[in-house]
């Protein structure tokens, strides 16, 4: 606990938004303190969501957030270059197996086309089945993004965090803020571990955003909250997609996505249901998920789920309860700015709006440019996927890298120990950082031995180590 602390930006909430909004502030000669309730970075919507960077097509022409997702969609090599985060440019095909679901793809392309998004083509069936074979017979038309990709969400938000701090954002995990009030122009966020007086505040709450705000302003627009569930598929499931594909059902049903993700599994969904925050799946959602896929994807053997889990959506609304969509960005005040509902594309949009918030910000607080800016960040070597020789380069240099521990990812005692370094201090925060667990056995084979190396580097006894939850204090140091 300590009394006040100074810092000219606080950012609250610790998701790709507030990750994000750190690191780009730090382009400019402001001090920036990111404050997180949780014990580790993207454990909210930033850990469950669909993983799509998406083309832009799916946006109303001319608004900001058609604008910013095409941006980013387009940099998104860089960013991922910079960050040193894995990222698949397999383009995705919504499909339509009827008269309904062509004209919405019809009205996507016109939109598409607005928005400038590249390569954008509408394809016949034939045309479809013929690029992606595992495709249900009957596809009528299919809209193809060659630009759209899939990342790994966390891995994304993980790589913003430490490169934000690597350029001496201050983080403070395990830290709840409570209030904010306006002193003399400036404010006070009022947390459980002090009080940090700051010249402006980035609210990036994700589901608490619209609480946040009304700490110290009305906010016109309020979070409802539901639900959607997901299956993740095994490496080993054939017929794998090669493009992220996008059911357009004739019903009116949401319809799922089919995402090959970047570690080579397979993520299905989200169905759409009343559902409550607290990421517990559903089994109506999941067979929902299931009965798609299987319209989608008949020949895919459905036995080789390794894992299901739920997501929670923020929907903004107005006073009288309709929606308003998304991307609400809110500037109740000078230096102060809310980021409430913005779901979907907020991955693709990460960086776009915490570019955008920190020139608003810097303008604001009158700041210079910081030349000292390093945009790069080194990720985690792992040996997957490393041919013999280099794997031995790696073991010669470190002889942790000759030990696996999770024998279906390939991940050794060296990479959990760097998770650890790096800031991890629960199973669920090695996970995120080098993928232990996230195979065909789930954790069976190495949960055990995450737990003692956590415990033993730590100096917490094992029974103290969680999977998610309560780990050790931190106030992050930055990492190589
Ligand atoms: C179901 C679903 C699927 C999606 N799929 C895609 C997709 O495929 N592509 C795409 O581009 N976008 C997608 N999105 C959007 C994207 O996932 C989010 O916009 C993104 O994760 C941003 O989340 P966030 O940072 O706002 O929220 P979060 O990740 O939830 O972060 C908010 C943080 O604030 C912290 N916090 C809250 N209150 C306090 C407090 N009082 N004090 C301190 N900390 C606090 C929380 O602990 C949390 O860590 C999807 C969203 C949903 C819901």
Redesign the pocket.
Known sequence: MFSERRYDIVV?????????AARNLRRWKVSVAL????ED??????????????SGYDHKPGTLKAKM?VQ?NARMDQLCRELDVPFSRCGSLMVSYGEKADAILKQKLHSGIQNGVPGLRLLSGPEAEQMEPALAHGVRSALYAPTAG?LN?WAL?IAAFENACQNSADAFLK????DISAVCGDYCVK?DRGNFLCRAVVN??????D??QKLLFPSPVSLSIN??D?LILDKTSRPMPRYILQYEPEEDDKGI?V?PTVEGSLLV??SERDGRPDYATDTEGLSFVRRQLRELLPDLRVDSVIRSFA????NPQRPDGSSIG?FVIEHPAHAFWS?IG?????????DELGLYLAEKIAAELDADENTAFAPRRNGIPGVRGLEFAQRKELVQKNADYGEILCPCEEVTKAEVLEAIRRGACTVDAVKRRVGTGMGRCQGARCQQKIIAILSQELGIPESAVTKDGKGTEILYHGAS
């Open positions: 609250i909430g610790a998701g790709l938004l507030g990750c994000f404050i997180e309730e949780r970075v993207c454990t909210g919507i930033s850990r469950a969501n669909t993983a799509i960077i998406y997702t980013a899939t969400p938000g830290t709840t803020v409570l947390t990036c709450a994700g589901l608490a955003s609480r946040v639900a959607g997901y996505s995402v969904g989200p997501a929670a959506r923020p998304s980021l913005i779901k979907t594309p907020g991955l693709t949009c990460a």
